[in-house]
């Protein structure tokens, strides 16, 4: 019907607009709007059309000639194309074949003649047996010659000249290869010459080295003859050796028998004396038992009289000091009536002619018993007070001495020894002030030259005074000082020694009982400190090498005079392992203080050689346990 017929035109009127809007956007990959010859020409591949027949169909479309085509003008130009093609439509069947069988026959003749100018023009540039698949070639030049046929003749001569190059590459490919197979038959001729020497040198080596193992062989088996028959020798050797032992082996049993009687007899004695062992480590321990209270006893009887020779030495002391100052305030009296009108002067002469040697004895007495002397006897004294009183030197004292030892009166006056003298009363007299008992009483030394201050510094320690003008000690002199250490009271008998030669004698034997000794010398005074190593000499001689020394240096608030360096004293104390100080006794700088050291080392000293003593007393029992 009609409408059935309107119907399928508009269908395909449809399908053509979206066929050729499909189309259209194929052509325009771009997305430009529109589409140029040159985008035609890309559909070259994808439709059964030829790049002539595009540009025929691109011709056509373009009505204006301005080179592209928008999308009106492409459906506009395929809606009348369209219209046209509707007529033939009418066609019959065989003017369809005929047209379909010529447009074949043509595009056949067309491929031929392309064939035969391709094959011609391979000819011409000699690329038949260049190339080995001219297919792609020939579709390169045959879409130049459609597309592109300005660009033909330049695609020949760039075809003729890579033709030409690829030639000459394939001669040069023949040349190496016949140079490489002439230099691998050359290197082969080498290995071969290379391969035979070495197999010769093998061999050569090989017979040198089957000589040298011949040789070496022939050696070796005369060596081992010569051991073989040294080995015999040394077998000979041993086999009279084997004798020798055996003889000696049936001689040493047979004294293996013999030392087995000894043996017996041995072991019978070593009972014997084991029993005996027994016996006398009983006695000894027994003996040990009584040691040890014996040693106890005497260390109870040692410090029973230390304590008592210290009461002794206090309470003298303290006599000896209120005796010094009645002497000192004597000693003014007699400077002051010195001083009096001339008319007393010749009655104090003829006093002092008629009185000097008296005065000189009492003064002799005094000296000597100076500890035992009583307060009283000076005061009877005092009626002398009042008449000068000649000072005598230490050379008439010396001289009043013998006399005194030469008059029996004298010496039957004079007290030996303190026990001759009941002093009990004297000391009573001081008990309610006396401090309490010490814990520990050592006797110290103190030594050096003359001059050095040793009684200034005895007197700073103990009495914490200072006397310019003190003089020189004759003799010995001694002082007490109770000071704290370590929560221990200790007492320190300071002996001050004369530092003359003539009383050398004397300082020694108090070297024997000493507990320590002080070595001091003048910071101001060399000679003082080059007299140390003499003092040193004597002190071990005497007390032996084991006492505490402590070296100490005076008169250091002298400094602008000072000859001995610090360092000095310090190396010499190293060198004899001797404590050191520097101190002033005018200023009273490190008196206390290197006394309380030296207390210190004799507190020490002390504890151990009583830790020393119990070891020694329980060592023989030890003795015996591992005897047994």
């Given at each position: 019907?009609a409408?059935?017929?309107s119907?399928?035109?508009?269908v395909?009127?449809?399908?053509?607009?979206?066929?050729t809007l499909?189309?259209?956007?194929?052509?325009?990959m771009?997305?430009?709007?529109?589409?140029?010859?040159?985008?035609?020409?890309?559909?070259n591949?994808?439709?059964?059309?030829?790049?002539?027949?595009?540009?025929?169909?691109?011709?056509?479309?373009?009505?204006?000639?301005?080179?592209f085509?928008?999308?009106?003008?492409?459906?506009?130009?395929?809606?009348?194309?369209s219209?046209?093609?509707e007529k033939?439509q009418?066609?019959s069947?065989?003017?369809?074949l005929?047209?379909?069988?010529?447009?074949?026959g043509?595009?056949?003749r067309?491929?031929?003649?392309?064939?035969?100018?391709?094959?011609l023009?391979?000819?011409?540039?000699?690329?038949?047996?260049?190339f080995?698949?001219?297919?792609e070639?020939?579709?390169?030049?045959?879409q130049l010659?459609?597309?592109?046929?300005?660009?033909?003749?330049?695609?020949?001569?760039?075809?003729?000249r890579?033709?030409?190059?690829?030639?000459?590459?394939?001669?040069?490919?023949?040349e190496?290869?016949?140079?490489?197979?002439?230099?691998?038959?050359t290197?082969?001729?080498?290995?071969?010459?290379?391969?035979?020497e070495?197999?010769q040198?093998?061999?050569n080596?090989?017979?040198?080295?089957?000589?040298?193992?011949?040789?070496?062989f022939?050696?070796?088996?005369?060596?081992m003859e010569?051991?073989?028959?040294?080995k015999?020798?040394?077998?000979e050797?041993?086999?009279?050796?084997?004798?020798?032992?055996?003889?000696q082996?049936?001689?040493?049993?047979?004294?293996q028998?013999?030392?087995k009687v000894?043996?017996?007899k041995?072991?019978?004695?070593?009972?014997?004396?084991?029993?005996?062992?027994?016996?006398?480590?009983?006695?000894?321990?027994?003996?040990?038992?009584?040691l040890c209270?014996l040693?106890?006893?005497?260390t109870?009887?040692?410090?029973e009289?230390?304590?008592?020779?210290?009461?002794?030495?206090?309470?003298?002391?303290?006599?000896?000091?209120?005796?010094l100052?009645q002497?000192?305030l004597?000693?003014y009296?007699?400077?002051e009536?010195?001083?009096?009108?001339?008319a007393?002067?010749?009655?104090?002469?003829?006093?002092?002619?008629?009185?000097?040697?008296?005065q000189?004895?009492?003064?002799?007495q005094?000296?000597?018993?100076?500890e035992?002397?009583?307060l009283p006897?000076?005061l009877?004294?005092?009626?002398?007070?009042?008449?000068?009183?000649?000072?005598?030197?230490?050379?008439?004292e010396?001289?009043?001495?013998?006399?005194?030892?030469?008059?029996?009166?004298?010496?039957?006056?004079?007290?030996?020894?303190?026990?001759?003298?009941?002093?009990?009363?004297?000391?009573?007299?001081?008990?309610?002030?006396?401090?309490?008992?010490?814990?520990?009483?050592f006797?110290?030394v103190?030594?050096?030259?003359?001059?050095?201050?040793?009684?200034?510094?005895l007197r700073?320690f103990?009495?914490d005074?200072?006397?310019?003008?003190?003089?020189?000690?004759?003799?010995?002199?001694?002082?007490?000082?109770?000071?704290?250490?370590?929560?221990?009271?200790?007492?320190?008998?300071?002996w001050?020694?004369a530092?003359?030669e003539?009383?050398?004698?004397?300082?020694?034997?108090?070297f024997?009982?000493?507990?320590?000794v002080?070595?001091?010398?003048?910071?101001?005074?060399?000679?003082?400190f080059?007299?140390?190593?003499?003092?040193?000499?004597?002190?071990?001689?005497?007390?032996?090498?084991d006492?505490p020394?402590?070296?100490?240096?005076?008169?250091?608030?002298?400094?602008?005079?000072?000859?001995?360096?610090?360092?000095?004293?310090?190396?010499?104390?190293?060198?004899?392992?001797?404590?050191f100080f520097?101190c002033?006794?005018?200023?009273?700088?490190?008196?206390?203080e290197?006394?309380?050291?030296l207390?210190?080392?004799?507190?020490?000293?002390?504890d151990?050689?009583?830790?020393?003593?119990?070891?020694?007393?329980?060592?023989?029992?030890?003795?015996?346990k591992?005897?047994?």
């Amino acid at each position: 019907s009609a409408s059935d017929t309107s119907e399928t035109k508009d269908v395909g009127r449809n399908t053509v607009q979206e066929k050729t809007l499909e189309f259209f956007q194929m052509c325009d990959m771009e997305n430009k709007g529109f589409i140029t010859r040159r985008d035609m020409q890309r559909l070259n591949g994808g439709l059964p059309l030829s790049a002539e027949e595009l540009e025929n169909v691109f011709d056509t479309l373009d009505s204006d000639s301005n080179g592209f085509l928008t999308l009106q003008e492409f459906s506009s130009g395929f809606k009348e194309g369209s219209q046209m093609g509707e007529k033939p439509q009418c066609k019959s069947p065989g003017e369809v074949l005929y047209q379909t069988q010529w447009e074949d026959g043509l595009r056949q003749r067309e491929e031929d003649e392309e064939e035969k100018h391709f094959s011609l023009l391979m000819e011409s540039l000699g690329a038949n047996s260049v190339f080995e698949d001219p297919a792609e070639v020939r579709s390169l030049w045959a879409q130049l010659r459609r597309d592109e046929p300005h660009l033909l003749a330049n695609f020949e001569d760039f075809l003729s000249r890579v033709t030409s190059q690829i030639i000459e590459a394939n001669q040069e490919k023949k040349e190496m290869e016949s140079a490489l197979k002439r230099k691998a038959a050359t290197h082969d001729n080498e290995i071969q010459h290379l391969y035979e020497e070495m197999e010769q040198q093998i061999k050569n080596e090989k017979d040198r080295i089957v000589l040298q193992d011949h040789e070496r062989f022939l050696s070796r088996c005369q060596e081992m003859e010569l051991q073989l028959s040294g080995k015999e020798r040394e077998m000979e050797q041993l086999f009279q050796k084997q004798r020798r032992l055996e003889q000696q082996y049936q001689d040493l049993h047979s004294e293996q028998h013999v030392t087995k009687v000894a043996n017996v007899k041995l072991k019978q004695t070593n009972d014997e004396l084991a029993r005996e062992l027994d016996h006398t480590s009983h006695e000894l321990v027994l003996a040990q038992e009584q040691l040890c209270l014996l040693q106890e006893q005497a260390t109870r009887l040692h410090e029973e009289k230390e304590m008592e020779i210290y009461r002794l030495t206090e309470g003298l002391q303290r006599e000896r000091a209120s005796l010094l100052k009645q002497l000192d305030l004597l000693r003014y009296g007699l400077r002051e009536e010195q001083t009096t009108s001339s008319a007393r002067q010749n009655l104090t002469k003829r006093l002092s002619q008629t009185t000097c040697i008296p005065q000189k004895r009492g003064h002799l007495q005094r000296i000597i018993s100076i500890e035992e002397d009583h307060l009283p006897h000076l005061l009877q004294r005092d009626q002398l007070a009042r008449s000068p009183l000649p000072e005598c030197s230490e050379t008439e004292e010396t001289s009043d001495n013998e006399e005194m030892r030469n008059d029996p009166l004298m010496r039957n006056e004079t007290p030996t020894s303190l026990r001759g003298r009941p002093v009990g009363k004297e000391t009573s007299i001081n008990d309610e002030s006396a401090p309490s008992l010490p814990d520990r009483l050592f006797k110290v030394v103190m030594v050096g030259n003359s001059s050095v201050g040793k009684t200034s510094l005895l007197r700073r320690f103990c009495d914490d005074s200072f006397h310019p003008g003190t003089s020189a000690t004759v003799g010995i002199d001694y002082s007490v000082k109770t000071i704290t250490v370590d929560s221990s009271q200790v007492a320190l008998q300071m002996w001050d020694t004369a530092g003359q030669e003539r009383y050398r004698s004397i300082t020694k034997q108090f070297f024997r009982k000493a507990d320590g000794v002080v070595v001091m010398y003048d910071i101001t005074a060399e000679q003082s400190f080059t007299a140390i190593r003499q003092w040193l000499t004597s002190i071990k001689e005497s007390a032996g090498e084991d006492i505490p020394i402590m070296l100490l240096g005076n008169k250091t608030d002298k400094q602008m005079e000072r000859q001995v360096q610090h360092e000095a004293g310090q190396r010499l104390a190293k060198e004899s392992q001797l404590a050191f100080f520097e101190c002033s006794a005018s200023s009273g700088c490190n008196v206390m203080e290197s006394m309380v050291h030296l207390a210190r080392i004799l507190k020490e000293q002390e504890d151990r050689v009583k830790e020393k003593t119990i070891q020694l007393v329980g060592s023989p029992s030890e003795k015996k346990k591992s005897c047994c």
